[in-house]
C-alpha cells in the first residue's frame, strides 16, 4: 500500500461534506482539511427534509466546499489520488449528486474512485478523534436512521448483533421533540430542553429493556411521549405548544432518560456478551450528552474504554467517508476502480 491523498464527498441527506485525508503506507490516516454545509434551516420550514430540495442544494455546494478543502490545506485537485463517495443508505437523488460529482472529477484527473457506506463513515469515524480506538470493540451506532450495537474486529469485518426493529435512537429523539413544539431535527434540542428538567417527572416505557437480546424498538415510546403531552395539556388547559417551559422541559428530561436508559442497557449486555473491554458510540445521537455522561460512568465502573468521535464530526460530514475510504484502501478490504459508471445504493 502506498501513501495517498484521499478526497471524501457525503452527499446522502442534508448536510453536504467534503474532506481531505493523507493515507500513509502504515498508521492512521491524518485530516488534512474538511468543508460542511448544512441545509437543515432550509429544510425546517417543512418540518423535515425534502428529498428534492436537498439534492438541488447539494449541487450548488459541492465544488464550492471542495475548493475550499483544498485552499485550507494547501493543496491542489493533481494532488488527489483517489475521490471517496457516499454510496448509500440516503436520498437517492442527493447521492447521485455526490457520485456523479466523485465520478467526474476523478474521470476528469484519471485517478479511481470508491464508494463508501455511509454507517462504515460513522463507524470509522471515532478514528479521527485525539484518542482513537484500538480493535475488537463493541460500536453503538446511533443515527437518525440507524440504531445497531455491533462487534467489530476490524476494518471490513462487522457483525450486527442487535439493531432497532422500529424507530431508530434519533428518529424517537427528533420525533418527540416535534410533539413538544420543537424545530427539525429536535434531537439537540430536546437534550438542550431536558437541562432543565426532572428526568423522573413522567413514566415513560423502556421498550425491550429487559428482554435479553440487543435489539431496540422507539415506536411505543413515542406513543407514550404523545399521550403524555397530551395528558399535560388537558390538565393545564391549554396547547402543548403553550405549556409552562417547566413542564415542557420535564417531558424532554424524561424522554432522554427512557432513551438513554435503553442504549446505556444494551450496550453493557452487548460488553458482557462479547467479553470486549472497549465501546465506542458513532453517529448523530453520540453527540448526547447525558448519554456520554452514563456510558462513561458505567464505562469508568467497568474498566472499559469509551470512545466518541468528536462532537462536530458526530452527524454527517465528509471527513468520515475520506478516513473510512483510506482504512479500506490501507487495510486492502476494498480497492478504488476506474469504471466511472457509477451507481448507489439509497437502501
Ligand atoms: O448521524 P446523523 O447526522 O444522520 C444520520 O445518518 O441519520 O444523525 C442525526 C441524528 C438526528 O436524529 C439528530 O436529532 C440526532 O442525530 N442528534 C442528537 C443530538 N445531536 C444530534 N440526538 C440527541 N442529542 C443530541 N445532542
Ligand atoms: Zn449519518
Do not use: W
Not at 434519533?170 to 430536546?190: H, N, V
Amino acid at each position: 500500500v502506498k501513501q495517498c491523498c484521499v478526497l471524501g464527498i457525503e452527499s446522502s441527506c442534508d448536510e453536504t461534506g467534503v474532506a481531505l485525508v493523507d493515507m500513509p503506507a502504515q498508521g492512521l490516516p491524518v485530516l488534512l482539511a474538511h468543508a460542511l454545509y448544512s441545509q437543515i434551516e432550509m429544510h425546517q420550514a417543512y418540518g423535515g427534509v425534502v428529498p428534492e430540495l436537498a439534492s438541488r442544494d447539494h449541487i450548488r455546494r459541492v465544488l464550492p466546499l471542495t475548493q475550499q478543502v483544498l485552499q485550507d490545506s494547501g493543496r491542489t485537485l493533481v494532488d488527489v489520488d483517489v475521490v471517496a463517495f457516499t454510496r448509500g443508505p440516503g436520498l437517492a437523488g442527493a447521492l447521485l449528486v455526490g457520485a456523479g460529482v466523485a465520478c467526474a472529477l476523478a474521470a476528469a484527473l484519471g485517478k479511481p474512485v470508491l464508494g463508501v457506506h455511509h454507517l462504515e463513515g460513522h463507524l470509522l469515524s471515532p478514528f479521527l478523534s485525539i484518542d482513537p480506538p484500538e480493535f475488537p470493540f463493541v460500536a453503538l451506532l446511533v443515527s437518525g436512521g440507524h440504531s445497531q450495537l455491533m462487534r467489530v474486529d476490524g476494518v471490513g469485518s462487522y457483525q450486527i448483533l442487535g439493531e432497532t426493529i422500529d424507530d431508530a435512537a434519533g428518529e424517537a429523539f427528533d420525533k418527540s421533540a416535534k410533539l413538544l413544539g420543537l424545530d427539525y431535527p429536535g434531537g439537540q434540542a430536546l437534550s438542550k430542553l431536558a437541562e432543565s428538567g426532572n428526568p423522573k417527572a413522567y413514566k415513560l416505557p423502556r421498550p425491550l429493556l429487559h428482554s435479553g437480546d440487543l435489539d431496540f424498538s422507539f415506536a411505543g415510546l413515542k406513543t407514550a411521549v404523545m399521550v403524555q403531552t397530551g395528558k399535560c395539556a388537558h390538565a393545564h388547559g391549554c396547547a402543548v405548544a403553550d405549556l409552562p417551559v417547566a413542564v415542557l422541559a420535564d417531558l424532554a428530561a424524561s424522554t432522554q432518560a427512557a432513551i438513554v436508559e435503553v442504549l446505556v442497557k444494551k450496550s453493557l449486555t452487548a460488553l458482557k456478551q462479547t467479553g470486549l473491554k472497549r465501546l465506542v458510540v458513532a453517529g448523530g445521537v453520540g453527540a448526547n450528552r447525558e448519554l456520554r455522561q452514563q456510558l462513561n460512568a458505567e464505562c469508568a465502573r467497568l474498566k472499559t474504554r469509551v470512545h466518541y468521535p468528536e462532537l462536530h464530526l458526530c452527524t454527517d460530514n465528509g471527513a468520515m467517508i475520506a478516513m473510512a475510504a483510506a482504512m479500506r484502501l490501507q487495510s486492502g478490504q476494498q480497492s478504488a476502480v476506474n469504471n466511472y459508471a457509477f451507481d448507489v445504493k439509497p437502501r
